[in-house]
């Protein structure tokens, strides 16, 4: 795994205004390169905050979002259009206001699809393997997660069941905060992104910054264990950055 590289912005909206401006960077250096890239979305007050600076930013359209492929990288196990399913926050906040091609975003399963959690991890799952071709997931380009202050990450929470999963996607149940059932991509999955950016604010999030950053187990610190193939990137405020060393 990588090392993890860290950095600070002044606060929260500074945060969401240079990774949206990374975010774009990225994403056009990737598609000049290879024609197509995949993005992992996340939910959260900072993720969503993300997205909609992206959606304010000159620069957006330079992004061939037609040409983008669209993953979340867990999800409330809600009906559709629920306002706390990460997939309508970022429909409000930036899908709503790109050119995306409907075919390649991804969304998970809803509550209200008819299938069971177990079901719809495998549903999911299998759209993922389509979509690589070979392995099971694509190669993300970039997969972006929030850290919640008992430093999980995705939906993979301390000490669950999930965190011991090799399946690249998985029905969570009993997670701490509501709602208690939820979709997630893997510990191993989320291993797989070539970038993957952790994005926390407020000094509500400082301790789980700096158990994030430990040789902690993942098992007890999912956020400990979530790296990137080829680079992985803390981006705080300077008050979640607050305990670092």
Do not use: C
Request: glycine letters at 8%; aromatic letters at 4%.
């Amino acid at each position: 795994m990588t090392v993890p590289s860290v950095i600070v912005h002044r606060d929260q909206d500074l945060l969401a205004k240079a990774a949206a401006a990374r975010l774009v960077t990225r994403l056009v250096d990737v598609q000049s390169a290879g024609g197509g890239a995949h993005i992992v979305l996340t939910g959260g007050g900072v993720g969503t905050a993300v997205l909609a600076a992206v959606a304010a930013a000159p620069a957006r359209d330079a992004v061939d979002w037609r040409n983008l492929d669209i993953w979340w990288g867990d999800e409330r196990y809600l009906p559709s259009g629920h306002e706390e399913r990460n997939e309508t926050g970022a429909r409000a906040a930036l899908l709503d206001h790109v050119d995306v091609d409907e075919r390649r975003v991804h969304p998970m399963p809803a509550s209200d699809s008819g299938l069971s959690p177990e079901e719809a991890a495998e549903r999911y799952a299998e759209e993922l393997r389509k979509a690589a071709g070979h392995g099971e997931v694509p190669s993300f380009d970039v997969l972006m997660l929030g850290l919640g202050p008992d430093a999980h990450v995705a939906s993979l929470f301390p000490d669950l069941p999930a965190l011991r999963e090799s399946r690249a996607v998985v029905a969570v149940h009993g997670a701490p905060k509501p709602p208690p059932t939820r979709l997630s991509l893997s510990l191993p999955a989320l291993r797989t992104a070539q970038e993957v950016w952790i994005l926390a604010a407020g000094e509500s999030k400082a301790d789980a910054a700096r158990l994030a950053l430990s040789d902690a187990d993942p098992a007890h610190v999912p956020a400990a264990g979530a790296r990137g193939r080829a680079r992985t990137l803390f981006v705080f405020d300077r008050a979640a950055a607050g305990k670092l060393r």
